[in-house]
């Protein structure tokens, strides 16, 4: 095992990174390479130190030699002059936490163990990180009493006696208990018996005492300014004809203590809770009615601490998504993360009376946030011609402090990211994110409708290495945010509730023809793909209409009926769809792309995890024989031990230069290389 740096403050020089330094000659730009995922680095969770003097975040990096990804912490001063790796070992380190009396930088990582990540405490005074839980199951959250003394533990509990006592005794794995309807997930697997529960951690006694348990799974536990209490969210496991049901609950921070619970809205209340400085009211996010769970628009809501009226919903009028709520020192108002039209800003809500004022915009995307005091805000923002980097907010404006793909991007030629909008054949109007070449070539592009997952998410005004890719390769590159997206509202997401693949499509054709109108695309040349959703509306796309020269559906599905009870959505389908044995029809026709597969002429692609419980593989495998069958050019790409995302670096890198070269192959004229593009890498 390499150790950690020294102590935060009482470093070797050596250890000092200069936050930037411009280079003496300006460098020769070039196109992005597929082989530039091994030198990108992906910056996340700014945290800032008690005192607003440091950020600390993660930054994970690939080792190619190795075939892998390492999350290292990293910190930088908020004058910017100085910038430590506090982190380097060759496990990943993730969740930095800073005590509230600043003397603690504590962090999960798994080194030495390997059953799961366990918290680390680095002193600042000096001295080696040191491993102070061993909790069986590993640590999932944490969080820091305000004295610094203790903190919430988040861990998992085999709650079956058969299950906990044959761990205990054999290394052989036994068989899997289920007892959740729900009873799959990806990448965790099997759920068998399991719950997710709370632990106090005393940081003198390293002793763990329980605070939860039950057959609820409990999560996102946070103090009370005054330590007494903790708020946290209770999930009760799904039973048939039941959505999530998430609920607030508080309870006192001592072994033996009561949950109380505070809400009991027939839906979702969950996201951190979040507690007023005068230790009052607690924030948090009230979801859609259950069987509205997949295309939920979080509003912000706050309750009293001590259960003594109902919540009251604070953003009613706002009709746009929330996350990652905070409430400011002052208590007056509520600072999150607002998604709007393919930009998600850092806004702060009014509490007296829910007005919003929209803190950071423009066309960016601020994908997390820290703050300290009143007049500091760390952000995480990206926006189309860089990746995700910390800035500090600092006097209305952002001053960048994380510099750590600088070097990479003085040297890429990136291309154009601006927005369309369209409209589709029914009269609703689409906005889309379209990137063409640096160099484009004279005359009308080739393009690639590149769509993304969910459907309850957005393309929005970040780098996207994929869209850049393509477009260094001479591709013109389409994302729509098609109804079912998020950023438009409520009812532009609930628009294809139980109405799968028609709606969407008639967007995402809508828009391709109006980038072919513009003169930008060439509408002999298109191709189509994406990944999830993505992949799925791939399907449904290329069974509606043959105009596609070529497509890439990765960790989709097309007979949707295979899906019930092999993926981890069964309470949406119950919710949504209903069960086959009462909605055959509605089954059968989402299940068109399948059940019409001899309509599909379009050269296909398909693509996925091996192990991936998400979408599982099956649905590629499905249309695959199909196409196959049909004689229609095709081809199936199977990753080992991956799941709906894959990790492993090199297949990462395999999959875009599929994708590439698909394309190339079935939309390129034979013989012809256009302007900007490059080789794969």
């Given at each position: 095992m390499r150790r950690l740096s020294g102590a935060l403050l009482v470093l070797a020089s050596s250890a000092l990174v200069p936050a930037f330094v411009s280079p003496m000659h300006a460098q020769a730009k070039r196109p992005l390479r597929s082989s530039d995922l091994y030198l990108l680095k992906d910056v996340r969770a700014p945290e800032l130190s008690p005192d607003g003097s440091w950020v600390a975040y993660t930054v994970t990096t690939i080792d190619s030699a190795k075939d892998k990804s390492d999350n290292d912490i990293w910190m930088t001063s908020w004058d910017g002059a100085t910038t430590i790796r506090v982190t380097s070992s060759p496990e990943s380190e993730s969740s930095p936490r800073w005590s509230p009396d600043g003397r603690y930088l504590a962090f999960l990582s798994g080194r030495q163990e390997g059953k799961g990540a366990q918290i680390w405490l680095l002193d600042r005074r000096g001295g080696e990180a040191q491993r102070v839980t061993q909790v069986k199951g590993g640590v999932s959250g944490f969080a820091w009493s305000p004295d610094s003394k203790r903190i919430v533990l988040v861990v998992d509990e085999e709650t079956d006696s058969i299950a906990r006592k044959d761990t205990a005794e054999h290394k052989t794995p036994k068989?899997?208990?289920?007892?959740?309807?729900?009873?799959?997930?990806?990448?965790?697997?099997?759920?068998?018996?399991?719950?997710?529960?709370?632990?106090?951690?005393?940081?003198?006694?390293?002793?763990?005492?329980?605070?939860?348990?039950?057959?609820?799974?409990?999560?996102?536990?946070?103090?009370?300014?005054?330590?007494?209490?903790?708020?946290?969210?209770?999930?009760?496991?799904?039973?048939?004809?039941?959505?999530?049901?998430?609920?607030?609950?508080?309870?006192?921070?001592?072994?033996?203590?009561?949950?109380?619970?505070?809400?009991?809205?027939?839906?979702?209340?969950?996201?951190?809770?979040?507690?007023?400085?005068?230790?009052?009211?607690?924030?948090?996010?009230?979801?859609?009615?259950?069987?509205?769970?997949?295309?939920?628009?979080?509003?912000?809501?706050?309750?009293?601490?001590?259960?003594?009226?109902?919540?009251?919903?604070?953003?009613?009028?706002?009709?746009?998504?929330?996350?990652?709520?905070?409430?400011?020192?002052?208590?007056?108002?509520?600072?999150?993360?607002?998604?709007?039209?393919?930009?998600?800003?850092?806004?702060?809500?009014?509490?007296?009376?829910?007005?919003?004022?929209?803190?950071?915009?423009?066309?960016?995307?601020?994908?997390?946030?820290?703050?300290?005091?009143?007049?500091?805000?760390?952000?995480?923002?990206?926006?189309?011609?860089?990746?995700?980097?910390?800035?500090?907010?600092?006097?209305?404006?952002?001053?960048?402090?994380?510099?750590?793909?600088?070097?990479?991007?003085?040297?890429?030629?990136?291309?154009?990211?601006?927005?369309?909008?369209?409209?589709?054949?029914?009269?609703?109007?689409?906005?889309?994110?379209?990137?063409?070449?640096?160099?484009?070539?004279?005359?009308?592009?080739?393009?690639?409708?590149?769509?993304?997952?969910?459907?309850?998410?957005?393309?929005?005004?970040?780098?996207?290495?994929?869209?850049?890719?393509?477009?260094?390769?001479?591709?013109?590159?389409?994302?729509?945010?098609?109804?079912?997206?998020?950023?438009?509202?409520?009812?532009?997401?609930?628009?294809?509730?139980?109405?799968?693949?028609?709606?969407?499509?008639?967007?995402?054709?809508?828009?391709?023809?109006?980038?072919?109108?513009?003169g930008v695309a060439d509408g002999d040349r298109l191709g189509i793909g994406g990944w999830s959703y993505g992949g799925i509306l791939t399907d449904y796309t290329i069974a509606t209409t043959p105009r596609f020269k070529a497509a890439v559906s990765g960790a989709g599905s097309a007979l949707q009926l295979s899906m019930y009870g092999t993926d981890q959505y069964i309470t949406q389908y119950n919710q949504e769809i209903g069960p086959p044995w009462k909605s055959q029809d509605l089954w059968i026709k989402i299940s068109y792309p399948f059940f019409h597969a001899d309509r599909i002429k379009t050269p296909t692609l398909f693509m996925g995890g091996a192990s991936d419980f998400n979408v599982p593989i099956i649905g590629g495998e499905q249309m695959y024989q199909a196409l196959r069958s049909l004689g229609v050019p095709t081809q199936l790409v199977i990753y080992p031990s991956q799941f709906h995302g894959l990790t492993i670096p090199s297949y990462r890198k395999d999959r875009l230069e599929r994708y590439l070269a698909w394309y190339d192959r079935w939309i390129k004229t034979p013989g012809t290389v256009q302007a900007g593009q490059t080789k794969a890498k």
């Open positions: 068989p899997i208990v289920i007892d959740r309807y729900n009873f799959k997930r990806d990448v965790a697997g099997y759920l068998g018996s399991k719950r997710s529960h709370l632990s106090l951690f005393d940081v003198a006694s390293r002793k763990v005492e329980t605070l939860t348990s039950g057959l609820e799974d409990d999560d996102d536990a946070s103090w009370s300014p005054d330590g007494r209490m903790i708020a946290f969210v209770r999930g009760p496991i799904a039973e048939p004809d039941s959505g999530r049901d998430d609920d607030i609950f508080v309870i006192e921070a001592r072994a033996g203590a009561s949950p109380k619970q505070l809400t009991n809205f027939r839906g979702s209340d969950g996201g951190r809770p979040a507690w007023s400085p005068d230790g009052k009211w607690i924030a948090f996010l009230r979801g859609d009615e259950p069987k509205y769970q997949a295309y939920n628009l979080s509003k912000l809501a706050i309750v009293p601490s001590d259960g003594s009226a109902p919540a009251r919903v604070l953003t009613e009028a706002l009709d746009r998504p929330l996350s990652s709520v905070q409430f400011s020192a002052d208590g007056k108002s509520v600072y999150a993360l607002l998604s709007d039209d393919r930009e998600q800003q850092l806004a702060r809500v009014r509490v007296a009376d829910g007005a919003v004022e929209r803190v950071i915009t423009g066309k960016r995307v601020v994908a997390g946030y820290s703050t300290a005091g009143q007049d500091r805000i760390a952000v995480l923002s990206a926006t189309p011609d860089r990746a995700a980097e910390v800035f500090a907010w600092d006097n209305g404006s952002l001053r960048q402090l994380s510099h750590q793909n600088d070097s990479l991007f003085a040297h890429l030629e990136l291309g154009t990211t601006e927005g369309v909008t369209s409209k589709s054949k029914d009269g609703t109007e689409v906005h889309s994110v379209l990137v063409r070449p640096a160099k484009a070539a004279a005359g009308k592009l080739p393009l690639i409708l590149y769509i993304h997952g969910g459907p309850n998410g957005q393309d929005g005004y970040g780098f996207s290495f994929d869209r850049e890719f393509f477009a260094a390769n001479g591709y013109a590159v389409l994302s729509v945010n098609y109804r079912g997206s998020n950023g438009r509202g409520s009812a532009y997401q609930k628009a294809i509730f139980a109405d799968w693949g028609d709606k969407e499509v008639v967007d995402l054709l809508g828009a391709v023809d109006e980038v072919v109108r513009s």
